[in-house]
């Protein structure tokens, strides 16, 4: 508890080029404050009466320059390397985040029914990334039904399951506040369900592209496939992506716990402590549920894919040689 007394000089806004002193307030949590050391630029809340700057105060270290920066350089990696892909999926990665933001986060706010709400917008944010990226084509399809499906099976684990673990929506960041600020009107349980939701989405729509595409690619090095082996080439694919994006969610979300994980292990609590602890069992029940959703994924989208692209194959076939000879008799 404490304040930090700083001499700063505004760099930009209306006020640029004026020295100023600021108030840098300190609450005692490590994991908010922050000390500031003579050259860093900081963001800073003014307070002025007419025209007179009367107070100003640290918000924050200015990051967000450098945060542009890693976007850029996120942003020219995936274009360079992807190319016009690489193009729509940027777009739809600027398009999801408009959507959350501006859409989805303002309509929870204003009382939504976060469930519904919640699959509209994974829907709708399907459908846009997955046709943006791929076209409508039938790989494109078949992955997009296949996450449908996927969201439909996590949502029913989460609620049967989410009821038995006794999950309230209080284990997510900055609830407590939510609520002190007037969100007592708000499904915070549910707000928790949806936050499920959203994070097995992404890995959702990922494996169930990978199995379509690559089916597809299957099916265009090989025409003649029959519709079941080219099913059985989606359950290896997607056998194979199973196995590491399991873990790769496990090291995703405990990753974002590393020290509470390191107090557990320096403290010596038993399994049977942590294991029932609300914040843990909140975070067990994240991983597993988006686990047993892709593993859900992978074979409906190997099912569809393999239905329709091999849907009309052999007309297709048959028309394209038609074709073909017609043309060399008119060159004859």
């Known amino acids: 508890m404490g304040i930090q007394i700083l001499n700063v000089v505004i760099v930009d806004g209306k006020w640029k080029g004026r020295q100023v002193r600021a108030i840098n307030h300190l609450n005692g949590q490590l994991d908010m404050d922050e000390i500031y050391a003579p050259g860093d630029r900081i963001l800073l809340a003014v307070q002025a009466v007419d025209g007179t700057i009367t107070d100003a105060k640290a918000i924050n270290m200015y990051r967000q320059n450098w945060e542009l920066a890693l976007f850029g350089v996120f942003a020219a990696a995936l274009v360079i390397y992807s190319r016009l892909v690489g193009v729509k999926a940027l777009l739809s990665f600027v398009g999801a985040l408009g959507v959350l933001w501006c859409f989805y986060i303002p309509n929870l706010l204003d009382g939504a029914s976060p469930l519904p709400l919640s699959l509209v917008v994974l829907v709708l944010l399907s459908m846009v990334i997955i046709f943006t990226v791929s076209g409508i084509t039938r790989q494109g399809i078949s992955a997009f039904l296949g996450t449908v499906c996927g969201l439909g099976v996590t949502l029913g684990l989460t609620l049967f399951f989410g009821a038995r673990l006794h999950l309230g929506g209080m284990t997510t960041p900055f609830s407590t506040l939510l609520l002190v600020q007037g969100g007592y009107g708000l499904n915070m349980q549910h707000i928790f369900y949806s936050a499920v939701l959203l994070g097995a989405s992404g890995a959702a729509m990922d494996i169930a ?62 399994f049977s402590r942590i294991a029932n602890m609300k914040l843990v069992a909140a975070e067990v029940f994240r991983i597993l549920i988006g686990s047993i959703g892709l593993v859900m994924v992978a074979p409906v989208t190997a099912v569809i894919a393999g239905l329709l692209l091999t849907a009309g194959g052999e007309a297709w076939q048959t028309r394209g040689w038609r074709q073909t000879t017609t043309r060399l008799r008119r060159g004859q």
């Open 209 to 270: 592209m990978d199995v379509s595409v690559s089916m597809g690619e299957v099916k265009s090095k090989r025409p003649d496939i029959g519709v079941r082996e080219l099913i059985a080439s989606g359950f290896n694919v997607g056998r194979m992506v199973i196995g590491t994006m399991a873990t790769t969610l496990l090291l995703a979300y405990s990753g974002g716990y590393l020290t509470m994980l390191m107090v557990f292990v320096s403290q010596g609590t038993s």
